[in-house]
């Protein structure tokens, strides 16, 4: 019997262990899911809600587009009927699968610094700050005081190698540390000297904008605008999705992706071409850059892109 009765006091400690730990990851889970519903609240504002107001400044150059009937701009969702009202965009509503999906709740769509490419590190090429798994070819302007930046993309139907793997072409504007955590990003915009708010337009059509309230150091100015191509494959191998067309920049006008007409704001609210641009992209044999002026009709502009894994690029 005393076997026995210890092998039940055994056991009635071992559940009584499993239960706390039970009951301890039921906490855990349910003060996670608060967590969930309250960033919820804050990033699902109301089902419908206009931008009654307009930029306060334009740059010198950039037209007032108030008073300028807009052209429509079609989207692949407008195929099943659906349309949103006048001054109103779409944006997908955030669901709680999506941020139990993420792997911290406070920084759920937030980029990490070493995900935003660094090619300012010139002392090391080799410290260059992107993280594994993207690949960049980008142009970009000497560190200064930026208020904006106005360009034309060529946009292409790159093919994409292996699901999870995407390709995007795109203007980055930064301003911050890359080496701690207080990096401010935005990708398109200009700011508003007043309210120091960045504006979004596209054609004729005033998007919206990013409050200043939710930076820190672009409250102020830009340090850095750049453009160009990125590619992102999470698998260890090299990807042959295409960045842009799929062509080198050196393959030229009708093949390789491009970038005109390519200004940025001064601290005088006015448009006008970068002098400089560097260049950025760490495996030129998989995606490269090559930048040029015409003082015709294209500007300053840049020709990128390539199609990764090639007899080159292993």
Same mark, same amino acid.
């Given at each position: 019997?005393?076997?026995?009765?210890?092998?039940?006091?055994?056991?009635?400690?071992?559940?009584?262990?499993?239960?706390?730990?039970?009951?301890?990851?039921?906490?855990?889970?349910?003060?996670?899911?608060?967590?969930?519903?309250?960033?919820?609240?804050?990033?699902?504002?109301?089902?419908?809600?206009?931008?009654?107001?307009?930029?306060?400044?334009?740059?010198?150059?950039?037209?007032?587009?108030?008073?300028?009937?807009?052209?429509?701009?079609?989207?692949?969702?407008?195929?099943?009927?659906?349309?949103?009202?006048?001054?109103?965009?779409?944006?997908?509503?955030?669901?709680?699968?999506?941020?139990?999906?993420?792997?911290?709740?406070?920084?759920?769509?937030?980029?990490?610094?070493?995900?935003?490419?660094?090619?300012?590190?010139?002392?090391?090429?080799?410290?260059?700050?992107?993280?594994? =798994?993207?690949?960049?070819?980008?142009?970009?302007?000497?560190?200064?005081?930026?208020?904006?930046?106005?360009?034309?993309? $060529?946009?292409?139907?790159?093919?994409?190698?292996?699901?999870?793997?995407?390709?995007?072409?795109?203007?980055?504007?930064?301003?911050?540390?890359?080496?701690? $955590?207080?990096?401010?990003?935005?990708?398109?915009?200009?700011?508003?000297?007043?309210?120091?708010?960045?504006?979004?337009?596209?054609?004729?059509?005033?998007?919206?904008?990013?409050?200043?309230?939710?930076?820190?150091?672009?409250?102020?100015?830009?340090?850095?605008?750049?453009?160009?191509?990125?590619?992102?494959?999470?698998?260890?191998?090299?990807?042959?999705?295409?960045?842009?067309?799929?062509?080198?920049?050196?393959?030229?006008?009708?093949?390789?992706?491009?970038?005109?007409?390519?200004?940025?704001?001064?601290?005088?609210?006015?448009?006008?071409?970068?002098?400089?641009?560097?260049?950025?992209?760490?495996?030129?044999?998989?995606?490269?850059?090559?930048?040029?002026?015409?003082?015709?009709?294209?500007?300053?502009?840049?020709?990128? =892109?390539?199609? =990764?894994?090639?007899?080159?690029?292993?």
């Amino acid at each position: 019997m005393a076997v026995t009765r210890a092998c039940l006091i055994a056991l009635v400690v071992a559940l009584a262990v499993v239960e706390a730990a039970a009951g301890a990851a039921a906490g855990t889970s349910e003060q996670r899911r608060r967590q969930v519903r309250s960033l919820l609240k804050r990033l699902n504002k109301n089902p419908l809600a206009s931008i009654q107001m307009h930029p306060s400044y334009h740059p010198e150059g950039l037209s007032d587009d108030s008073n300028i009937a807009p052209h429509p701009i079609t989207q692949t969702w407008h195929q099943n009927g659906c349309k949103c009202p006048p001054n109103t965009i779409p944006i997908r509503r955030t669901k709680e699968e999506d941020v139990l999906r993420a792997s911290s709740i406070r920084r759920y769509g937030k980029k990490r610094p070493r995900s935003i490419p660094n090619f300012f590190s010139v002392d090391d090429p080799n410290k260059l700050n992107v993280t594994i =798994g993207h690949q960049h070819a980008i142009a970009y302007t000497p560190k200064a005081r930026y208020y904006g930046t106005k360009t034309s993309i $060529n946009l292409w139907q790159p093919t994409i190698g292996r699901a999870k793997d995407f390709s995007l072409a795109q203007l980055w504007i930064s301003g911050g540390s890359y080496s701690g $955590n207080d990096l401010n990003t935005i990708e398109a915009g200009w700011q508003d000297p007043k309210g120091g708010n960045w504006w979004l337009k596209v054609g004729n059509h005033t998007l919206g904008y990013w409050p200043s309230t939710i930076f820190s150091y672009l409250q102020i100015s830009a340090s850095y605008v750049m453009w160009g191509g990125e590619v992102y494959s999470p698998y260890a191998d090299q990807t042959s999705t295409d960045m842009g067309s799929g062509h080198f920049p050196g393959e030229g006008l009708s093949k390789a992706s491009y970038i005109r007409n390519i200004q940025v704001v001064d601290p005088f609210n006015k448009l006008s071409s970068p002098n400089v641009l560097g260049l950025g992209n760490k495996q030129p044999n998989c995606y490269n850059v090559e930048s040029s002026t015409n003082s015709v009709n294209w500007g300053t502009y840049i020709f990128y =892109g390539g199609p =990764g894994k090639n007899p080159s690029c292993p």
